[in-house]
C-alpha cells in the first residue's frame, strides 16, 4: 500500500469516528437532561477529528502530486 492509499485510508478511519461521534452527539441533544459539559467535550472532539482529517487530505495530496 502506497502512502497516498495510507493517508487516504487513515482519512476514512479519522470520517468513521466523526460519524460515531456526532451521532453521540446526536443522542446527547435528544436527552432530556441535556449534559452542557459532555456537549463541549463531543464538539471539542469533532473539532479535532476534523483538523486531522484536513491534514491526512493535505498529506494525502501533497503525496499524490509528489508521484504525478
Do not use: F
Request: proline content about 0%.
Amino acid at each position: 500500500m502506497s502512502e497516498t492509499e495510507q493517508a487516504l485510508a487513515r482519512v476514512e478511519e479519522l470520517v468513521a469516528r466523526l460519524e460515531t461521534t456526532r451521532g453521540r452527539l446526536e443522542e446527547l441533544a435528544a436527552a432530556d437532561d441535556l449534559d452542557g459539559d459532555a456537549a463541549v467535550e463531543l464538539l471539542a472532539e469533532l473539532a479535532e477529528l476534523a483538523r486531522e482529517i484536513e491534514a491526512e487530505l493535505t498529506r494525502a495530496r501533497t503525496l499524490a502530486d509528489a508521484d504525478a
